[in-house]
């Protein structure tokens, strides 16, 4: 079986789709929907903007994720997608490689586990570029503080900046369970051993571990703007009260000299 998976939007209203859409899923909660059909076709639906088949053909991909874009939120622009193996082997337990799992039998429970594993991979394809695209533009500010030691940016331009890095952490925080597994896998050693070894195949740890060190680095230097800008703020301040007390004493000066 071959399973796909698509980041097309950062949010899908799962609970919306799931009252519109004529199947029933074989298992739904807040952050996501699997549904398998009578031909032994699979679809799961993660709240963060994933979609995950698993045996569907190219029509019926098309044809489906055009069906979803009517319950998601901010498309995303760019291609995310990974594409992964499943296949079955009686005479082996588990063999990973680099682009499909051999398991000894296919099971929903199974599919299940292997395709949050590649949508949570496409979801973190997604936000290292997004988290790389702001590491960058802090990088840009500090290079600028280092050529020029000024600070340009507007109160206005550094919170929509705040603004945004806040978001993608927060994305980040509440839809990715990197670290925390489905409770089926706590129930199941063979699942558990399919759910670390994807993991580790995919790298989702070192991963997530990346994207959070640049976020930290960014946040770092948020609080350095912050404190910059609060400075700038206070000594300009601190220089229209001087000109107000000048404007007073010349006041008082000409009034009593010339007046």
Known sequence: MKIEAYQISEVINLKKFRNDYASQPILFNNSELFYKR???????????????????????????????????????????????????????????????????????DTIRIVMLNIGQSVALDHYEDLTLEIFKDSREITDELEKTGTFKYSKKDLLKFIGRTINIKNSIIDNLYIFDAPDIVWENEHLERIDKGLKKTFDLKMRYQDIDYKLKIVQDNLTLFTDLLQNRESTRLEWIVIILILIEVFDIFIKKFLG
């Open 38 to 108: 009578d031909d032994e076709k699979y679809c799961y639906l993660l709240s963060y903007g994933i979609v995950v088949f698993g045996g569907f053909g190219d029509l019926e991909k098309s044809e489906f994720l055009k069906f979803v874009k009517g319950y998601v939120e901010n498309e995303v622009d760019g291609k995310y997608d990974e594409h992964f193996d499943l296949q079955t082997d009686p005479s082996v337990s588990i063999v990973l490689k680099y682009n499909s799992i051999t398991v000894s039998e296919i099971t929903d």
